[in-house]
């Protein structure tokens, strides 16, 4: 079964800094692994998505890393503004066919403060 | 598009009662999946759609809970009795195919149930 763990659970970090956020995953045999971004009282909105046959994406100033053999994941906030302040999840998709699913990381929080 | 579109937004009520929360997903969209988010668990997969055929419903707590996808552009999830442990906010998301595209998250259903 797999299980997604993301450490810290909050982080408070100073405008323009860059800033790492943690996940990690026990079953290497992963499908794919998504970023998501939910803001308070809000749905999650899917921010990246890696194939387990990649090592990375970027979309702005947003960079994703895959490292199955470790079971980690990473996400990249480069020259953070207060706008990118919210609670990141990650989720790891696992094989099964159609019984496939998403499982969860429970999220850490950001705030990036003036 | 208007994205996925839940109702209603807030739900009150006295444990006992039926609750009914509705789900139009994103057209064209194939997948739909029902998920629970609470503090103390996260997350969670109820139960997911494709081409309204129930793949996986492994995530539902127990009979109190059903749901139901009578056309590709709507479901429902019924919890009848209602307890206050099902106080939690309800997502709805649509997927192009399967659990393991991207997904589109509808902004949620928070239940409170007295």
């Known amino acids: 079964k797999q299980e997604v763990t993301q450490i810290p659970a909050a982080l408070s970090v100073p405008e323009g800094e860059n800033l790492v956020l943690n996940c990690s995953f026990t079953d290497s045999a992963i499908y794919n692994l998504q970023w998501f971004r939910q803001d308070p009282g809000k749905g999650l909105t899917s921010l990246l998505l890696i194939q387990s046959s990649q090592r990375e994406q970027t979309s702005g100033r947003l960079n994703a890393s895959l490292d199955k053999s470790s079971g980690r994941s990473t996400l990249y906030i480069a020259a953070s503004q207060p706008g990118d302040s919210a609670t990141y999840l990650c989720?790891?998709?696992?094989?099964?066919?159609?019984?496939?699913?998403?499982?969860f990381g429970t999220g850490t929080r950001l705030q990036v403060t003036l | 598009d208007a994205g996925v579109i839940q109702s209603p937004r807030h739900e009150v009520t006295e444990m006992g009662q039926e609750v009914t929360l509705r789900c139009k997903p994103i057209?064209?969209?194939?997948?739909l999946f029902w998920y629970r988010q609470t503090m103390m668990r996260g997350l969670e997969l109820l139960i997911y759609?494709?081409?309204?055929?129930?793949?996986?419903d492994s995530g539902m707590p127990e009979d109190r809970f059903s749901a139901k996808m009578p056309n590709a552009s709507f479901s429902t999830l019924k919890i009848q009795p209602s307890e206050p442990r099902d106080s939690a906010v309800y997502f709805c998301a649509s997927s192009l195919r399967g659990a393991l595209n991207e997904q589109f998250f509808g902004p949620g259903t928070r239940l409170t149930v007295l």
């Open positions: 989720a790891g998709g696992g094989h099964g066919g159609t019984a496939s699913k998403l499982t």
């Open positions: 057209s064209g969209h194939n997948s």
């Open positions: 759609f494709n081409n309204n055929v129930p793949i996986d």
